[in-house]
């Protein structure tokens, strides 16, 4: 996973209280080479770091 890609979707779920489906979309605006399933990767991976499914970063 690239670091970048998951600090951004992270910043929209936590600083922009961006809904999960809201972050795919919105990671299109910012990484528009990414494949939906790709972003939708990057988003759920951030869901559960910001909801405590893995640890912090």
């Not at 779920?13 to 999960?20: N, V």
């Not at 919105?26 to 909801?51: C, I, Q, T």
């Amino acid at each position: 996973m690239d670091n970048t890609i998951l600090h951004k979707a992270i910043f929209l779920l936590r600083d922009c209280h961006e809904p999960e489906q809201q972050v795919v979309e919105g990671l299109k605006n910012y990484f528009p080479e990414l494949s939906l399933s790709e972003r939708e990767r990057y988003a759920s991976e951030a869901w559960d770091m910001v909801h405590g499914k893995h640890s912090a970063i």
